[in-house]
């Protein structure tokens, strides 16, 4: 009878282990690829959230619920949300085209975000001349929108 050393390994034993390795890396080239998609989701909820504030802001000033100087400060918050997000996005390193095409498309609609929320801003601090709370309202509706075709393309986290 055939003894093996302790600690040695049958050829079963060593193609499991083999196996295991293989999935092992299988699986981190995977998560790595969408590490990407997985913060582009994130900074897109995270920003449809403060859109949604945003909106509601502007709708409770435009029937008279709320406040200029409180819409102002939710505008703000929201805005920084956004810019943080972006800055989240930007600081992203795709390793494939289809992540850089990711982060990039969510930069540009993370710009046009905030953009957004600029005119909603000037609308709410604006009295004359300047845009309407009509106008940031139909502008924070088209970045709802936007980023809601965003989450769409990479999914929810």
Do not use: F, W, Y
Request: proline residues 3%; hydrophobic residues 40%; aromatic residues 0%.
């Amino acid at each position: 009878m055939l003894t093996r050393p302790a600690g040695a390994r049958t050829g079963r034993q060593a193609l499991h282990a083999v196996a295991c390795l293989g999935a092992l890396a299988v699986l981190t080239s995977c998560s790595a690829g969408s590490a990407v998609t997985d913060t582009v989701s994130t900074a897109a909820q995270d920003s449809s959230s403060a859109i949604a504030t945003a909106k509601l802001a502007v709708g409770l000033d435009s029937g008279g619920k709320l406040t200029r100087a409180a819409t102002s400060t939710a505008l703000d918050d929201a805005l920084k949300e956004v810019q943080t997000s972006r800055d989240t996005v930007l600081r992203l390193s795709p390793a494939s085209p289809e992540d850089r095409l990711v982060r990039d498309e969510a930069v540009k609609v993370l710009d046009s975000s905030a953009a957004s929320l600029t005119t909603a801003r000037n609308a709410a601090s604006s009295d004359d001349g300047g845009p309407s709370l009509s106008d940031g309202d139909r502008a924070l509706a088209a970045a709802e929108d936007a980023l809601s075709q965003l989450t769409a393309k990479v999914g929810k986290k």
